[in-house]
Nanobody, 116 residues
Framework: QVQLVESGGGLVQPGGSLRLSCEAS????????MRWYRQAPGKERELVAT????????NYVDSVKGRFTISRNNAKSTVYLQMNSLKPEDTAVYYC?????????WGQGTQVTVSS
């Protein structure tokens, strides 16, 4: 079955960096768009970044443009989110996502906390 497993979250100071990873299994990873979402306490889940199946096209929410980079390694069935210049408002649980035949699949999430 489809599985998405995130890792790489943690506590970081403002201005710091983290790299999140999401390892996928159970489907042909190289054929599907992959996304990163985040959800802060008391807020709705927000789409942060999207990668086309080949990784050649990416999109970002305005608040992270120039600071976050989504990338993927199709040979490893893994998608990454490199987060630089982190701000306290980036604090959230980060989830990777894919959609297969109109069904959304989610990982368990990884907590990112940006605080001094």
């Amino acid at each position: 079955q489809v599985q998405l497993v995130e890792s790489g979250g943690g506590l970081v100071q403002p201005g710091g960096s983290l790299r999140l990873s999401c390892e996928a299994s159970g489907f042909t990873f190289s054929s599907y768009v992959m996304r990163w979402y985040r959800q802060a306490p008391g807020k709705e889940r927000e789409l942060v970044a999207t990668s086309s199946s080949a990784g050649s096209s990416t999109n970002y929410v305005d608040s992270v443009k120039g600071r976050f980079t989504i990338s993927r390694n199709n040979a490893k069935s893994t998608v990454y989110l490199q987060m630089n210049s982190l701000k306290p408002e980036d604090t959230a649980v980060y989830y990777c996502n894919t959609r297969l035949r109109l069904i959304d699949y989610w990982g368990q999430g990884t907590q990112v906390t940006v605080s001094s």
